[in-house]
């Protein structure tokens, strides 16, 4: 408007009421502003009305122009407004930024408020139900992250090393015809109280469409020395590292074996595949489980197990007698995990034969490697385990150790062709434990 001969700029302030949580932009053209926009001032609008004309009624010749701009308040509620509404500069109506984009992730603090991946779950292990992070969370975890390189490929998929937010992660990478494997893997891993410091730490589950095919994504806690497999294959361990390595990894199993009553419980858990190539060393040198997809849970209240209706699954050269010639009792849940204890006598031997005694060590070799092809079928284990009853060689001069005699022992514990007379989970982690002992008082 005029005043004294001048135009004049007429600004003013809108109440929060007024806004009503959204910000729209009027005009006595009836124009109305609402969506987002990501240049410098874009939301400064000036609206510049026609001069009238002297046939239009109403209007003096005084009138010659309205310049109405947004308000300078309105531009700051509008910046406060878009902050609460975009997470991280990401704006709802604007560009998706696409996964794994190698840029700063303003995601992290978001979702973990400053946490580290190891201050979250435990978090969820002590103050939570110890079955997961929530799905979102998850979620938003899982589409942050940033794929570094493969480490690994199985019957599944792959297994790639990732970075969130700086920390490195696992993700095991399933293609969409194995969403049964990767679904029943997220649903044991997310058991209620699985979490131990012996089994992997799981961290999230998503699908991801990499825009020709849907990635069923499954993220872990990343340990660099690689499987078990790896890590005896590079090297050999002294007395003290493979009673670590064995301690570890019948505490883990004792406690996926393990029934926690309680109405925050946890069902007993058979594993199915144990091998060494399901399980992983950690920096410290202990063991965590791995590989939970053929496990299968125990309900003690309706006494039902949730197994395939085969349950011949796992790695043959792994198998316990009873599941080569098919005589095992799939009814009873104890049969699971007596035929976990088989295999976990195995494991023990490939960690056995790379014990360094006296400058002495054996080399790398997987169990009946000297009796069985080395993809070996069916038959060819059944004939050898349970027509032959040969069981891997233990060598005479384990006698000469304290640890490897003991070790010795609960290998042939653990093989017994009758399931019901094998040591269970529990017991060989006391024994193994009382080894630790008396090797630390050597120390």
Same mark, same amino acid.
């Given at each position: 408007?005029?005043?004294?001969?001048?135009?004049?700029?007429?600004?003013?302030?809108?109440?929060?009421?007024?806004l009503n949580a959204q910000v729209f932009c009027h005009s006595s053209k009836n124009i109305t502003k609402t969506e987002c926009c990501y240049t410098d001032f874009c939301n400064n609008i000036t609206l510049r009305l026609p001069i009238a004309s002297p046939e239009q009624p109403g209007l003096g010749p005084v009138v010659l122009a309205v310049t109405v701009a947004v308000p300078v308040c309105v531009l700051s509620l509008v910046a406060v407004l878009a902050a609460c509404a975009c997470q991280g500069r990401r704006c709802a109506y604007g560009r998706k930024k696409q996964p794994n984009v190698e840029e700063p992730l303003s995601e992290c603090n978001l979702v973990s408020s400053g946490k580290t991946l190891k201050d979250?779950?435990?978090?969820?292990?002590?103050?939570?139900?110890?079955?997961?992070?929530?799905?979102?969370?998850?979620?938003?975890?899982?589409?942050?992250? %940033?794929?570094?390189?493969?480490?690994?490929?199985?019957?599944?998929g792959e297994v790639w090393h990732g970075k969130w937010c700086g920390e490195d992660v696992a993700v095991k990478i399933f293609s969409s015809r194995?969403?049964?494997?990767?679904?029943?893997?997220?649903?044991?891993?997310? +058991?209620?109280?699985?979490?131990?410091?012996?089994?992997?730490?799981?961290? /999230? /589950?998503?699908?991801?469409?990499?825009? +020709?095919?849907?990635?069923?994504?499954?993220?872990?806690?990343?340990?660099?020395q690689g499987s078990l497999f790896d890590y005896l294959n590079r090297g050999t361990v002294t007395v003290e590292g493979m009673v670590r390595l064995a301690l570890s990894i019948a505490s883990g199993l004792a406690h996926l074996h393990m029934e926690i009553v309680g109405t925050q419980g946890k069902p007993a858990i058979a594993h199915r595949d144990l091998k060494s190539k399901n399980i992983l060393v950690k920096r410290n040198e202990s063991?965590?489980? /791995?590989?939970?997809?053929?496990? %299968?849970?125990?309900?003690?209240?309706?006494? +039902?197990?949730?197994?395939?209706?085969?349950?011949?699954?796992? +790695?043959?050269?792994?198998?316990?007698?009873e599941i080569l010639d098919d005589a095992m009792n799939t009814n009873i849940f104890e049969s699971f995990k007596r035929a976990d204890i088989y295999s976990l006598g195995l494991v023990y031997w490939e960690i056995a034969r790379r014990c360094c005694i006296g400058g002495i060590t054996e080399e790398y070799q997987l169990p009946y490697y000297d009796v069985v092809p080395s993809d070996p079928s069916i038959e060819d284990m059944r004939r050898v385990v349970c027509e032959q009853k040969l069981r891997p060689n233990i060598p005479n001069q384990w006698q000469s150790c304290e640890a490897l005699r003991v070790m010795g022992r609960i290998m042939r514990e653990c093989w017994y062709a009758n399931g019901a007379a094998r040591l269970t989970a529990l017991r060989i982690k006391k024994t193994i434990s009382q080894l630790c002992m008396q090797e630390d008082s050597k120390a």
């Open positions: 408007m005029l005043t004294n001969g001048k135009e004049e700029v007429v600004k003013s302030c809108v109440s929060l009421p007024e979250l779950i435990y978090d969820m292990t002590t103050s939570g139900s110890g079955s997961g992070l929530p799905l979102l969370v998850q979620r938003t975890i899982a589409r942050t992250i %940033v794929l570094q390189e493969i480490v690994g490929k199985g019957r599944f194995d969403e049964r494997s990767w679904f029943r893997e997220a649903e044991i891993y997310q +058991t209620v109280m699985l979490r131990h410091e012996n089994i992997l730490g799981f961290i /999230a /589950a998503d699908n991801k469409d990499n825009g +020709t095919w849907t990635q069923l994504w499954l993220v872990s806690e990343y340990h660099e063991c965590a489980i /791995a590989d939970l997809g053929l496990a %299968v849970k125990h309900d003690s209240v309706l006494n +039902t197990i949730d197994i395939p209706q085969n349950p011949r699954v796992g +790695t043959r050269r792994y198998m316990a007698p």
